[in-house]
Structure formats: C-alpha cells, structure tokens
C-alpha cells in the first residue's frame, strides 16, 4: 500500500544507517587532511572528557570544546563543507549498512519522505545524508557568522528530549505537524522520539538496538532488527 504523501520515515543516523559513529571519524579525517597539528591539542580535548565525566560540562559543551581545539573556532562554512563532502564519500562507502541503505530505498519506494535526525553536527550530516539520498536533516548546528561556522552550538545538542523537540520543529516548519512520523533508532536516548512517532500514529523500529532498548522493545513490543555488526564507541554518546 502506498504512502499518503504526508508519511514521513525519521532515522537516527549513527550505529542505526551506519557500523559506528560518525564523529571520531570526523575528527581523525579533519586531523590528518587538514589539521594535522592539532594532535598537540588532544589533551586539552582530554581534559573537557573530564570534566563531561564529572558532571561539570554538559553534552553540548563537550562537542563545542572539542570542535574548538580539533576544528578550529572559525573556519570557513565553504570550506569545511568541501572537507564534509569529501570525508562523506569515504565513510558512507565504508561503514553505510547494506539493510538501511535498503530500509531507506522501501520508504522512498513507499513515498514516504525521509529525514535523518542525528545529535552529531550538521555540517556533516548534510554530506551523509545526501549520499544516503536523503534531503532532510534536523542535527546540531554550530553558530554562523556570515561565511564563518564556529564552535558554538546555535541551540541546544540535538540529543534524548532536544531531538525530539528539533524534530517537531522541523514538521512544524514543514507544515506537517499532522503527517504520521515513522521513526528508527538504535539507542534509548531516542525513546522521546519513539514516543513522538507513535503518538503521531507511526510505527517504530529498533535498529541494532543498545542493550537498554533492546529491553524496552521487548517490553513495549516494539519490533527490532540488527543490520550488521556494531562497533561500540564510549566517545561517541554526545
């Protein structure tokens, strides 16, 4: 049965679409084709991984902190979109999961309009997605400055609750507060979107579910797949 153009299909983009997380990725392309000298900064890094672990620095911060001494505080919105594209070639092609590429081309198959909605920074999400085939992203935005894209987040991390929030924002901006929400994710942080999603008549998937939603699928009954083997990151929760 076809999809009323008013389906939306939303999907988590780490260790749901891909093998692992993006932004270390990220980094260590940034570091070795651009930066390579930043390596000297990776203490300073460590010392903001501190302070997240003792409680002293929020989620946002941390991403904020490490893209200010591994990135840069300015950099070039044009460039760094360059960067983006290019590492996107090489990551989508080496860690994108065969099964999502596949889930992804039945929505679309389905006329269902695709969104990926990530806590990692939007400027290479755009460059994924785009090589996923998908056109709309709701991620962490970092702060612009005319040409210039800086450390700083433009609101909140778009993580647990805030993802939900950013994603009912991007619907509203759509006009499509009333479209029924599908929604794919493999960690538990995204439970409000899953609640999102089924409150707005969806259904929702587990994809390579964390041991904590695999529990909560089985308690609420929601179904789940694994599509491929995951690599675990402790770095890469923010």
């Given at each position: 049965?076809?999809?009323?153009?008013?389906?939306?299909?939303?999907?988590?983009?780490?260790?749901?679409?891909?093998?692992?997380?993006?932004?270390?990725?990220?980094?260590?392309?940034?570091?070795?084709?651009?930066?390579?000298?930043?390596?000297?900064?990776?203490?300073?890094?460590?010392?903001?991984?501190?302070?997240?672990?003792?409680?002293?620095?929020?989620?946002?911060?941390?991403?904020?902190?490490?893209?200010?001494?591994?990135?840069?505080?300015?950099?070039?919105?044009?460039h760094l979109?360059?960067?983006?594209?290019?590492?996107?070639?090489?990551?989508?092609?080496?860690?994108?999961?065969?099964?999502?590429?596949?889930?992804?081309?039945?929505?679309?198959?389905?006329?269902?309009?695709?969104?990926?909605?990530?806590?990692?920074?939007?400027?290479?999400?755009?460059?994924?997605?785009?090589?996923?085939?998908?056109?709309?992203?709701?991620?962490?935005?970092?702060?612009?400055?005319?040409?210039?894209?800086?450390?700083?987040?433009?609101?909140?991390?778009?993580?647990?609750?805030?993802?939900?929030?950013?994603?009912?924002?991007?619907?509203?901006?759509?006009g499509l507060?009333?479209?029924?929400?599908?929604?794919?994710?493999?960690?538990?942080?995204?439970?409000?979107?899953?609640?999102?999603?089924?409150?707005?008549?969806?259904?929702?998937?587990?994809?390579?579910?964390?041991?904590?939603?695999?529990?909560?699928?089985?308690?609420?009954?929601?179904?789940?797949?694994?599509?491929?083997?995951?690599?675990?990151?402790?770095?890469?929760?923010?």
């Amino acid at each position: 049965m076809t999809a009323t153009p008013s389906e939306i299909a939303v999907y988590d983009l780490d260790r749901t679409l891909t093998d692992t997380g993006s932004w270390v990725h990220f980094i260590r392309y940034w570091l070795r084709h651009e930066a390579p000298w930043r390596v000297i900064c990776l203490p300073l890094v460590g010392l903001g991984g501190l302070a997240y672990g003792l409680g002293l620095m929020s989620r946002g911060g941390i991403k904020a902190w490490s893209h200010r001494w591994l990135i840069g505080g300015r950099v070039r919105a044009d460039h760094l979109a360059a960067v983006a594209g290019r590492f996107a070639d090489n990551f989508v092609a080496a860690h994108a999961l065969a099964p999502a590429r596949a889930a992804l081309a039945a929505d679309v198959a389905a006329g269902r309009r695709l969104v990926i909605a990530s806590a990692s920074h939007a400027f290479y999400v755009r460059a994924i997605a785009a090589r996923l085939g998908v056109t709309d992203v709701v991620a962490t935005e970092a702060v612009r400055d005319g040409d210039w894209l800086l450390s700083q987040l433009a609101g909140d991390n778009c993580y647990g609750a805030a993802k939900r929030v950013a994603v009912q924002a991007w619907l509203h901006t759509q006009g499509l507060d009333d479209a029924q929400v599908h929604f794919t994710s493999d960690h538990h942080s995204d439970l409000p979107c899953f609640e999102l999603a089924l409150e707005l008549g969806g259904q929702v998937l587990c994809a390579n579910p964390s041991p904590k939603l695999a529990a909560i699928a089985a308690q609420r009954g929601w179904r789940h797949v694994q599509w491929g083997q995951i690599k675990g990151s402790l770095l890469e929760r923010a």
